[in-house]
């Protein structure tokens, strides 16, 4: 029966590398490491999807970032359907070291609190980002049990096993074989040309697709709730 499959993981993509390549096993961590680089390279240049997702508040206000976080959209608490955005404010005291303690109900506006955290159009959830320990602080009215965080990815998540499409699989065996190439000084400059025109033309045929890493992943991700606890 046909491998109907999606997605599939890196570990697949490099023991196809080094089959097609005709290159020794003991090659393949070298691989793993130039299809993480590639992997980054598809998801900055090539599929601008921005990644959603569910995280916790802790009940110091804070949120840490997944693991794959490039850059930071937005995040807020979905409100009859729409998502509510949180107001960042650079002035709001950011933690500066992982031990830090901070009361962050010293600062709530307790009279402009309800159930979503705006009150005559007032928005009361601020936020701000603390890049230095790699995590976002709130002042909130109250402890949000689960946040909706909007960011762009690496694509290499450090915590699962990261499986990218099927149709860009070709392009990151090709991007293997010509990086590999490019730094074998055994290899003609005119074929490592070759490889890099064919990585090139199979980025191509990625992108006419049209198809994202994160919109299959949203299609298959079966712990996704549509709402948070408020």
Do not use: C
């Amino acid at each position: 029966m046909a491998d109907t499959s999606r997605l599939v993981t890196l570990g697949k993509i490099v023991a196809e590398a080094l089959v097609l390549s005709e290159k020794p096993k003991s090659k393949a961590h070298l691989f793993f490491q130039m299809l993480t680089n590639g992997v980054r390279d598809l998801k900055l240049f090539h599929d601008s999807t921005i990644r959603r997702v569910i995280v916790a508040m802790d009940s110091n206000y804070v949120v840490d970032f997944p693991s794959d976080l490039l850059s930071f959209i937005r995040i807020g608490i979905p409100v009859n359907g729409k998502l509510h955005t949180f107001t960042e404010d650079k002035n709001l005291l950011a933690i500066t070291t992982v031990t830090d303690v901070y009361d962050w109900t010293d600062s709530i506006d307790e009279k402009s609190t309800d159930s979503f955290g705006a009150r005559g159009g007032k928005n009361t959830d601020y936020f701000n980002i603390d890049w230095e320990n790699d995590r976002i602080v709130f002042n909130s009215p109250s402890q949000r049990s689960e946040v909706i965080l909007h960011y762009t990815s690496s694509g290499i998540d450090l915590t699962t096993e990261t499986s990218i499409p099927v149709v860009a699989k070709m392009a990151m065996i090709a991007y293997i074989v010509w990086r590999d190439a490019l730094y074998d000084k055994k290899t003609p400059y005119t074929q490592t040309g070759l490889l890099k025109e064919d990585y090139t033309t199979e980025i191509e045929k990625y992108r006419m697709l049209g198809i994202s890493i994160e919109s299959i992943h949203d299609a298959i991700r079966k712990s996704y709730r549509q709402s948070p606890k408020r």
